[in-house]
Each structure stands twice: as structure tokens, then as C-alpha cells.
């Protein structure tokens, strides 16, 4: 912006100068130009006179005129009665002022001034005019400057501030009040938009929070109950196993609610924890092995490199793929997982087609959300780019999708050794 005011600031200044200061010359040399000639043509007359006294004492030479020279860029014609020339001063050439008079008692007498001459008169009456106009060219330039400077300012500290509250730096320290009507509008706006943030993020910690409480509570004595039933002596062997299963389901939960109230705070739970892919990958097939079962389908793992471990959150990312797999997927299920440079690769493939959806993993009003469905994908993109890693759908006609995390640094990887269990 400063830059473009200046460069403003600058044209106006050249074209207003080159208008005045060039008609200002135009005339200066006219006038110039004008004088020379009265000038030559006074002159002439009174050489005629003098040449006239000449002609009455004896007859006129060369020697007679050069006294009468102004200068040596001047010329004297005599043209006596009987037609006869007698000439002094500058060679003959190019002429620019020249005037003719009539001399007493017979011919006439021209006195001519070189174009050499003229322009020179002419270039020192319109010199000070150019250094005028250039002197105010290098003031107007300081002066677009500093105006540049004092006009941009306010909107300079409010680009910052606008910068700040994208960051999420909320609480912004504005003026109360701008001297420019259009940096009070956008001060005004962008004090409106942190109030506003500043609001919607209360309400969502409280609304985190007390969603939180009130499931944690049901949970905890839901818990309680089936731990106790499966305490039961009379609890047949086949029942307390899927009492034990449902428990563990039940504890998984309680983490995810935790782990969600912490990502509502700007926090990753477990972010700097990293854990083997291998046995990650097996208790996955292990959690999911019932319902692929119930669904008439498989999961396997395959292909997963040694000496891999990733953060302990990467499970979440892993149930939501497999939760979308079974529901919207077909086939058999195979998860592999294999490094790269800089990253671990982990794929989630399933036999069904590739969805051609763009938007699978942004939060969308379109998308039907009742019970958190069609929000798992956008949770799994938003939480492996927080463990800064990314989550991709890959090229093909079959269904892929590959999380891509951070490789551990040398020396903190984990033995998952090559495996191929089915489930």
C-alpha cells in the first residue's frame, strides 16, 4: 500500500509539474525569441543612421561597420545605391532574428543575429525554470514519502492485528480511534470478529466440558454394573468374555471423551508418546474383529516394517478408518503399513469402489450429521495433521486410504516385525 501511494503521489506531482513547468518554458522562450528581434531590428535603425553620416563624408568599407557590431554573433549588410554590398561580422549562414532598414540618402543596411546565439538566450532565461521544477519534484517525492508513510500506518497495525487473530492470538489491543474513517471500519470489524471468536470458543470448551460430565457419568456406572455381573459366579464362562469385551469397549470410550475434551483446548493427548505399529495394528484387527465378522467380511494386516512406532493417538485415526471401511466399504480389509523417507506410511484398503467425493475430509453442513455421523474422516485429517503427519486418499479404483506420520528419530523405533495374521 505504501509503495502504491507513493508511486501515486509521484505521478500526480511529475504531470502537474510538466504542465505548468513546460508552459511556463513554451512562453519564457517566446518572449525570449521576441526580444531578440526588437532587439536586431532596433539596432538596425540606428546602424542606418550612422551609416547615413558615413556615406555623406565618403564612401563605406568593412572597417566602417565592424565598430558597429553588438558582438561577434552578429552580421552588417550595406547595400549601397548602386547596388554594391559591403559586409562585417560572422560568416553567412543560418539566421534567426535579421532586420532591414532604410539608410538615409541612399541603400539599405541588415543586421542579422546567429540562431546559435538566440537559443543560447533563450536556454538561459528557461534554465531556472527547468531547476524550479526539478527542485519541486524532489519535494514532492519527500513529501509522497512521508504522507505515504503517515496514511498507511494505522492500516499497517491493523494488518498485524488481523495476522494476530487469524493465529488465534485473541484479546487484540486496538486504538479507540483513527483519523481515517475507512481504518475505524475495519478496526470496528475486526474487534467485532474477536468478540466474537472469543465467545464461540467459550462456548465450546463449556459445551466440551459439560458434554464430557454427563457422559462420563452414565459410562462410569454403566461400568460398574457389567463388572459386577461379570463377578457373578452364576455369569456362564462365554457371557463374562463378552463382559470383559464390552469393558474394554467401555474403557476405549471414556479415553476418546477425554481425549476429545483435550482437543477441544488445543491440546493432543498423547502426541508425544509413540507407541509399536505392530501390536497397534494387531489390537485394532483384535477391536474390530467382531463386527467385520457380524458383516460377513475379514481384516488382515500385511507388509508392516520393523523398527516402526508411532504416536500413541494414531489408534483413533486407525478405528475411524476401519469404522468407515466396514460401513462403507466391501470386501476384505488389509491394513499394511511401511517407511518412507522422513514418514511412516500406514494404508487402510478395503475391495470397495473409490469414493469420488473432494470434500471427504472437511467438515460440511451437507454432510449428515445427526449422532457425529460423516464427521470421522474430518476428525481423523484434522488429528494426524495435529501429530504433523498427513491423511491421503490414494489414486485407483478401489478404496485406499494411507496416513502418513512422522518417522521416529534413530534409535526410538519399535520391533512390529513382518507379519500376515488374518481375523
Known amino acids: 500500500m505504501r509503495r502504491r501511494l507513493v508511486l501515486v503521489f509521484v505521478v500526480l506531482a511529475v504531470c502537474i509539474i510538466a504542465l505548468y ?76 532574428a535579421a532586420a532591414t532598414h532604410a539608410v538615409p540618402g541612399g541603400g539599405t543596411v541588415t543586421v542579422t543575429r546567429s540562431e546559435s546565439a538566440v537559443a543560447a538566450s533563450v536556454q538561459r532565461a528557461v534554465g531556472p525554470v527547468t531547476g524550479l521544477g526539478v527542485a519541486l519534484l524532489a519535494a514532492s517525492v519527500l513529501a509522497a514519502l512521508i504522507l505515504a508513510r503517515v496514511i498507511s500506518a494505522p492500516f499497517v497495525r491493523l494488518a498485524a492485528a488481523a495476522r494476530a487473530l487469524g493465529e488465534g492470538r485473541l484479546e487484540l489491543h486496538l486504538e479507540r480511534s483513527y483519523a481515517i474513517s475507512e481504518a475505524q471500519s475495519i478496526a470496528t470489524a475486526l474487534e467485532e470478529s474477536d468478540r466474537e471468536l472469543r465467545e464461540r470458543i467459550r462456548r465450546g470448551h463449556e459445551f466440551a466440558a459439560n458434554a464430557s460430565h454427563q457422559l462420563r457419568t452414565p459410562i462410569t456406572a454403566l461400568r460398574l454394573e457389567l463388572e459386577d455381573l461379570s463377578l457373578w459366579p452364576e455369569t456362564p464362562p462365554a457371557v463374562a468374555e463378552q463382559l470383559g469385551r464390552a469393558l474394554a469397549g467401555i474403557d476405549r470410550l471414556t479415553a476418546a471423551i477425554q481425549d476429545l475434551l483435550e482437543l477441544s483446548r488445543g491440546a493432543v493427548p498423547g502426541a508425544s508418546t509413540r507407541v509399536p505399529l505392530g501390536p497397534m495394528l494387531a489390537d485394532a484387527v483384535t477391536r474390530w474383529h467382531h463386527e467385520a465378522s457380524a458383516a460377513g467380511r475379514s481384516i488382515r494386516t500385511a507388509s508392516v516394517d520393523e523398527h516402526v512406532s ?37 494404508r487402510v484398503a478395503d475391495e470397495g469402489e473409490r469414493p469420488k467425493q473432494r470434500s471427504l475430509f472437511e467438515r460440511s453442513p451437507q454432510k449428515p450429521s445427526p449422532g457425529g455421523e460423516g464427521i470421522g474422516l474430518a476428525l481423523a485429517s484434522e488429528l494426524s495433521e495435529a501429530l504433523g503427519g498427513h491423511l491421503v486418499l490414494d489414486p485407483g479404483p478401489t478404496t485406499s486410504f494411507t496416513l502418513m506420520l512422522p518417522d521416529a528419530p534413530a534409535g526410538d523405533g519399535h520391533g512390529g516385525g513382518p507379519a500376515d495374521t488374518g481375523a
Open 310 to 346: 508411532v504416536p500413541a493417538p494414531s489408534s483413533q485415526i486407525l478405528d475411524v478408518l476401519l469404522h468407515n471401511a466396514l460401513r462403507h466399504g466391501k470386501g476384505q480389509i488389509t491394513l499394511s503399513a511401511a517407511r518412507a523417507p522422513g514418514y511412516v506410511r500406514v
Open 21 to 96: 513547468g513546460g508552459l511556463r518554458a513554451f512562453i519564457v522562450a517566446d518572449l525570449v525569441r521576441s526580444g531578440e528581434r526588437s532587439h536586431v531590428a532596433t539596432e538596425a535603425g540606428l546602424v542606418a543612421v550612422v551609416l547615413g553620416e558615413y556615406e555623406g563624408r565618403g564612401v563605406v568599407t568593412a572597417e566602417n561597420l565592424l565598430p558597429l557590431l553588438g558582438d561577434s554573433n552578429e552580421r552588417i549588410d550595406y547595400t549601397r545605391p548602386d547596388g554594391q554590398v559591403v559586409s562585417a561580422g560572422m560568416a553567412d549562414g543560418e539566421r534567426d
